[in-house]
């Protein structure tokens, strides 16, 4: 449960997404490792879909519960495990059950007018 190791939560963008999910990769070969409860990654337009879904899939493969994926400028996917993903826009409300219990905003509210 995360309430009993501490909630650990990480926001990457692009080239850092990746370098940090290659240096799971790598450690993983070497030992134990261990991964956010929650990740937030900001898709850049430089992103390939293929890029994203493969940071998205390593951050879940090492333990992390809930990873936000968030395409400026009105949608984010949202998946609590490799099989399940659901998608959101504009007015949609967003939550990061379980790793935060409770906390709801609007994708709006991440994203500049």
Known sequence: MAGSRGLRILLVTGAL???VAGGLLALARR????APDFVVEVVSPND?????????DTWLQFGTLVA???YPPRTVYIYRGLDRVER???DDE???EPT???FR??????FPS
């Open 105 to 110: 905003c609007r994708v709006s509210d991440l």
């Open 31 to 34: 030992g134990p490792t261990l």
């Open 94 to 96: 967003l939550d990061a």
């Open 68 to 70: 936000w994926a968030l």
């Open 17 to 19: 997404g990746l370098a």
């Open 48 to 56: 390939t879909a293929r890029d994203v879904e493969e940071r998205i």
């Open 88 to 90: 959101r826009s504009a």
């Open 100 to 102: 935060l219990p409770g």
